[in-house]
């Protein structure tokens, strides 16, 4: 079992433009979660999938951020329009159900210039 | 929603001394207490977790206990060795739609510091 898999491990973007970051959960597993860790802080979560579904997104921003999990293919999370506030580690975690814990990927370190 | 709270932020300690973090929770309903370490520009790793039914778990240089009374939980290390060197995050289960023990509230951190 490979774990779970991020892509890409580094992103550079300049202000404007936008991330996508992949996630590939492990195998058998259908619950997806994605956190941001800034710099020296704990790690926040952001947003709760499963296939097709978004769960719960109460701790996605409002704007310019949104996540999917569709049924073929990795979990994307998409930044749109990019500030330098964004600049942060991304990490994926997944789990094979509610119940279980939930294993992190090596994550996506984020850099906007 | 959940709030938990990390102590202390940095901690030193000689090796083969035992090193003690701490935490506490706000939501009583909670369940599950998961610990993990993270080295630097690396994965947090799921080191121990402990749920409410029980008051302390064990492996090997490692345990966790819990007080659902007062709320709070704590990671012990025992023999610490350099490798040990990390930051250590605590978590507590958000509660909300779809309860699930990946949606977690971390703690701040706590890098510990093994000196040989």
């Known amino acids: 079992n490979a774990g779970v898999m991020q892509n890409p491990r580094h992103l550079v973007r300049r202000r404007g433009q936008e991330a996508r970051l992949r996630c590939s959960p492990m195998?058998?597993?259908?619950?997806v979660y994605w956190y941001r860790q800034l710099p020296e802080e704990g790690l926040k979560f952001m947003v709760y999938?499963?296939?097709?579904?978004?769960?719960?997104e109460s701790g996605m921003p409002k704007e310019r951020f949104s996540a999917e999990f569709p049924k073929e293919g990795p979990s994307i999370l998409r930044i749109q329009q990019v500030v330098r506030g964004d600049s942060a580690a991304y990490f994926c975690a997944s789990s094979p159900g509610p119940g279980t814990e939930a294993f992190f990927g090596q994550g996506t370190r984020l850099t906007v210039v | 929603g959940e709030n938990v709270e990390q102590h202390p932020s940095t901690l030193s300690v000689q090796e083969g001394d035992s090193a003690v973090i701490k935490c506490t929770y706000s939501?009583?309903?909670?369940?599950?207490f998961p610990w993990y370490k993270q080295e630097l520009g690396k994965r947090p790793q799921l080191i121990i977790d402990?749920?409410?039914?029980?008051g302390e778990k064990k492996d090997q240089r490692i345990a966790v206990t819990l007080n659902k009374t007062a709320k709070h939980f704590s990671l012990h290390i025992t023999e610490t060795q350099p490798e040990d060197s990390a930051v250590y995050f605590c978590?507590?289960?958000?509660?909300?739609?779809?309860?699930?023990?990946?949606?977690?509230?971390f703690g701040r951190g706590t890098q510990l510091t093994v000196w040989p």
């Open positions: 195998k058998g597993h259908s619950h």
């Open positions: 939501d009583s309903a909670s369940n599950y």
């Open positions: 999938l499963q296939k097709e579904n978004i769960i719960d």
């Open positions: 402990i749920r409410s039914n029980v």
């Open positions: 978590a507590a289960p958000r509660s909300g739609r779809g309860s699930t023990l990946g949606r977690l509230y």
